[in-house]
């Protein structure tokens, strides 16, 4: 499981709590002018009732109390933050299995896919498509439901070998009545990096940004002997 805190949600926060406590600041300031003001220009023969200004004390202290416990909570999510940034950068140099139709082709190294069918199909077509939408590569797909692999070593249908880049695979099976079954699919890549977009922490895999939820596994890369 993955935080949802993000870095704007932190700053936010942050901000909002500190702009109450200068308000409160001010406001307690400006109370105690008028307190003591008053308090000068009171007739001592007829001295002021009290318990008002008391009671203005007592909601000063509970408004205080509840920005301290804001000001904790602030620390609390910059904390799971760093935890977040810090689990992240412990992807960094390894192969990863995460949930997504998109995936990262290094020119060389041959991608796992894997894919599932809803309900048995009766037809199924694995296409791989590039940066443009163009299908590089087409095979038959498993017509069975459940999980089923693939390995593409990068080679396209014409033969010649795929450049590097960003593919999309697509599965596309229909049942006996023509309809479309659905499908996930699961792609394989190594993380290069992290990257905060709009405040959410995603691991880099080529040029791709990969949300931490979407990770199934991780391993070490794989040592020629």
Do not use: C
Not at 8 to 20: C, F, G, L, P, R
Not at 136 to 161: E, F, Q, R
Not at 176 to 186: E, P, R, Y
């Amino acid at each position: 499981m993955t935080s949802d805190v993000t870095l704007n949600t932190v700053v936010n926060q942050t901000q909002k709590t500190a702009n109450a406590q200068a308000s409160l600041s001010k406001d307690f300031d400006q109370f105690l002018t008028l307190l003591t003001t008053q308090l000068q220009n009171q007739d001592p023969l007829n001295p002021m009732d009290s318990a008002e200004f008391t009671n203005q004390l007592v909601q000063f202290s509970q408004v205080e109390q509840a920005i301290n416990a804001n000001q904790k909570l602030d620390s609390l999510l910059s904390l799971q933050l760093s935890n977040a940034a810090g689990m992240a950068l412990g992807y960094v140099g390894l192969d990863i299995s995460y949930l997504s139709s998109e995936m990262n082709y290094d020119g060389a190294t041959p991608i796992k896919v894997s894919y599932s069918l809803e309900s048995t199909a009766a037809t199924s077509k694995i296409n791989i498509l590039n940066a443009d939408g163009t299908v590089v590569y087409s095979a038959d797909g498993s017509k069975d439901p459940g999980k089923h692999d693939l390995t593409w070593d990068g080679k396209m249908s014409n033969g010649l070998n795929a450049p590097a880049g960003t593919y999309t695979v697509r599965i596309d099976a229909l049942d006996s009545d023509n309809k479309t079954i659905k499908t996930t699919s699961v792609v394989t890549g190594r993380v290069r990096g992290i990257e905060t977009q709009n405040g959410v922490i995603n691991l880099l895999v080529g040029d791709r940004a990969v949300p931490m939820a979407n990770v199934i596994n991780a391993s070490q890369p794989a040592t020629n002997a």
